[in-house]
């Protein structure tokens, strides 16, 4: 993973992480929608709450205006 930028994944989003199933031992991936209409896709939370962009990424917690659980191909 090699990350040093993960964030906290909003509050609001906290009860959907729980409520859904994980994709591997403590982690879901999920695509991240933000409010200028980007799309990150197959980000891994970790623990439910904590984000972990990839090298390239960089994610606001502030400007994300949804997440959904990833499609798995």
Same mark, same amino acid.
């Given at each position: 993973?090699?990350?040093?930028? #993960?964030?906290?994944?909003?509050?609001?989003?906290?009860?959907? @992480?729980?409520? #859904?199933?994980?994709?591997g031992m403590g982690y879901h991936l999920v695509d991240v929608?933000?409010?200028?209409?980007?799309v990150l896709k197959k980000i891994i939370v970790s623990n439910? #709450?904590?984000?972990?962009?990839?090298?390239?990424? @960089?994610?606001?917690?502030?400007?994300?205006?949804?997440?959904?659980? #990833?499609?798995?191909?």
């Amino acid at each position: 993973m090699g990350n040093s930028a #993960s964030i906290l994944l909003p509050e609001k989003f906290l009860k959907f @992480i729980l409520a #859904s199933p994980e994709n591997g031992m403590g982690y879901h991936l999920v695509d991240v929608i933000f409010k200028d209409g980007r799309v990150l896709k197959k980000i891994i939370v970790s623990n439910s #709450s904590i984000i972990l962009p990839k090298d390239s990424e @960089i994610i606001i917690a502030e400007d994300i205006e949804n997440i959904r659980l #990833s499609a798995i191909k």
